[in-house]
């Protein structure tokens, strides 16, 4: 569910505790920007680089989230991955012909009931070139909350689920789209408030820090490849 504001602890519209920043956690994170950070701070339970290390993400499931702040607009983004993206790009609510790759369609959105949504903007991103690594649909509707919701929870009843906060990064550092620095590089650009922090979030989203450190990685797995051989053969000349 697109989520609700509530206080902290407290349970949203939807049954569901309020996570940090107030949001509820059925859908995607903080001010539901693009659908990234899942803790990406170093904060509670262990912070991002635990989350990243013990996934709670399954490659059969699709996700959906609201890729946009919550509240009126003139548009609103809708992102979903996972199998079951491509088989609605190729039909199902966008009419029976499938997305051509990568290009913005004009269509209508109907519901499993038939009735009609609105009119969207869709683009299908075929894995794996793709912000995660799946296969992604990207939905441009009205900036209304209630249609927003009525969209996501026909994509949940088509066999999507609600997307848990920045699993969409999450799932673009397991599928090898960007490495750890660059994952926790995309909280810095949604946060920046300087051209100097914006320009140096951006450096590390482009995989800089990622290259600097790589061939200090590669001499401490040397290292410790080296160390683990004279403990295991200490009678060998190694």
């Not at 650009?189 to 590390?204: G, M, N, T, Y």
């Amino acid at each position: 569910c697109p989520g609700s504001r509530a206080m902290l602890g407290d349970r949203c519209r939807h049954g569901r505790r309020a996570t940090g920043g107030g949001w509820c956690s059925g859908a995607d994170a903080e001010p539901r920007r693009e659908g990234v950070a899942f803790s990406l701070s170093a904060g509670a339970g262990g912070g991002f680089a635990r989350s990243m290390a013990a996934p709670r993400t399954s490659e059969d499931e699709t996700i959906v989230a609201l890729a946009t702040p919550v509240g009126n607009a003139a548009l609103a983004g809708v992102r979903v991955s996972g199998p079951r993206a491509a088989a609605l790009a190729a039909g199902g609510p966008l009419g029976p012909r499938p997305l051509a790759v990568r290009r913005a369609s004009h269509r209508d959105y109907h519901a499993r009931d038939g009735r009609l949504l609105d009119d969207v903007v869709a683009v299908h991103f075929p894995a794996p070139r793709s912000y995660t690594g799946e296969d992604v649909l990207e939905l441009s509707t009205q900036g209304n909350p209630h249609l927003v919701q009525r969209l996501s929870d026909d994509l949940c009843a088509r066999g999507c689920r609600p997307a848990r906060p920045g699993e969409f990064t999450q799932r673009a550092f397991l599928s090898g789209r960007m490495d750890l620095s660059q994952a926790e590089a995309v909280m810095d650009v949604i946060r920046a408030r300087s051209d100097r922090a914006l320009e140096l979030a951006q450096r590390q989203l482009r995989g800089e820090l990622g290259r600097r450190l790589a061939p200090l990685e590669e001499g401490l797995l040397q290292a410790l490849a080296e160390i683990e051989a004279y403990i295991d053969f200490p009678e060998e000349a190694l």
